[in-house]
């Protein structure tokens, strides 16, 4: 059985930094590609970061280019999600996924193209 367990979600205040952890078990992720995820109440769940299997090609969606990095830790079997200049508006559950397929060439940025998922982590920014 798969599992993906996130971490290091909180309170920070608007211009802070918070690193979320993806642990998994279960399932060597260094074959497939990983992606992070957010969903804020009463909205939909977006695409926010994507890291390719071999881990030399990381995506983003626009709104957090250049304030959030996407990296992996093959040995530890973990993904990280490095949040910098954290605005209210990143306020959301963050979640984790694995790519359904094995070694896909670039990470996908739809949800459905994912078949695990961790139970999210919450991330408020108070202004």
């Known amino acids: 059985q798969v599992q993906l367990v996130e971490s290091g979600g909180g309170l920070v205040q608007a211009g802070g930094s918070l690193r979320l952890s993806c642990a998994a078990s279960?399932?060597?992720?260094?074959?497939?590609?990983m992606g992070w995820f957010r969903q804020a109440p009463g909205k939909e769940r977006d695409f926010v970061a994507g890291i390719s299997w071999s881990g030399g090609s990381t995506y983003y969606a626009d709104f957090v280019k250049g304030r959030f990095t996407i990296s992996r830790d093959i040995a530890k079997n973990t993904v990280y999600l490095q949040m910098n200049s954290l605005k209210p508006e990143d306020t959301a559950v963050y979640y984790c996924?694995?790519?359904?397929?094995?070694?896909?060439?670039?990470?996908?940025?739809?949800?459905?193209?994912?078949?695990?998922w961790g139970q999210g982590t919450q991330v408020t920014v108070s202004s």
């Open positions: 996924a694995a790519d359904r397929q094995w070694r896909r060439v670039a990470a996908p940025k739809t949800s459905k193209e994912y078949d695990y």
């Open positions: 279960g399932r060597t992720l260094s074959n497939y590609s």
